[in-house]
């Protein structure tokens, strides 16, 4: 069985902070996806990276993917009240194969 | 439509009752997914459709839990003699990838959420 793991569980930062939240997984993956979800509606993507390596950039959000394509990470930049919600990483082979989540909280 | 449709958006039965949940996908999109997202979980995957055939059902709890897509397009997730245990939100998905074989990113609708009492 594939994993995900996702750290930390919950954060809870003050605004115009920085943060880093880390996917691990014991399987490779074809792509890697980092998604964000708000109560009450569904995940909406926000990055696939597919090559080991890989970094990309949306905003003040930064993704990279790891040399061996076991891991990634996700990090923001000032981050503000906006920045609220369950961010969600996921493994593709054929289907997703999510992690737990998590929970990141921006306070004003 | 713009975005993948699910419907109800909210269900509330009684222990033992079957229920419908329906997925609307974009339109052209040839796969079809369903996962099911317990409070502070990650979504689980269920079952998932390359055109009107299941794929991969692995995640299908048990014989209760039935998805058909027999056109292509709209899917339904049944649930027979439904027990508290399934509540959750039944999360749909559907994705533009041709073969299942990656890089391409599901778009989710809002979810179904079942409340079994």
């Known amino acids: 069985t594939q994993l995900l793991e996702q750290s930390p569980q919950f954060l809870s930062i003050q605004e115009g902070e920085n943060l880093t939240v880390y996917c691990n997984s014991s399987s490779v993956f074809s792509s890697l996806q980092w998604y964000r979800q708000e109560p009450g509606e569904g995940p909406v993507l926000l990055v696939t990276v597919v090559t080991g390596g890989e970094v990309k950039k949306l905003k003040r959000l930064t993704f990279q993917f790891g040399d061996a394509r076991k891991d990634s990470s996700l990090h923001i930049t000032a981050a503000q009240p906006g920045d609220t919600g369950l961010y969600l990483c996921a493994g593709e082979e054929e289907k997703l194969v999510f992690g737990k989540g998590t929970k990141l909280t921006v306070n004003p | 439509g713009a975005g993948v449709s699910q419907t109800p958006s909210n269900k509330v039965t009684e222990k033992g009752k079957y229920v419908e949940l329906r997925c609307d996908p974009i339109?052209?999109?040839?796969?079809l997914y369903w996962y099911r997202q317990s409070l502070g979980q990650g979504p689980e995957f269920l079952i998932y459709f390359q055109g009107t055939g299941a794929a991969d059902d692995s995640g299908l709890p048990n014989d209760r839990f039935f998805a058909v897509r027999p056109e292509g397009s709209v899917s339904t997730l049944k649930i027979q003699r439904t027990e508290r245990g399934d509540s959750a939100v039944y999360l749909c998905?559907?994705?533009?990838?041709?073969?299942?074989?990656?890089?391409?990113?599901?778009?989710f609708g809002s979810g179904t959420r079942l409340t079994v009492v």
């Open positions: 998905a559907s994705s533009s990838n041709p073969s299942g074989t990656g890089g391409y990113g599901y778009t």
């Open positions: 339109s052209g999109h040839t796969a």
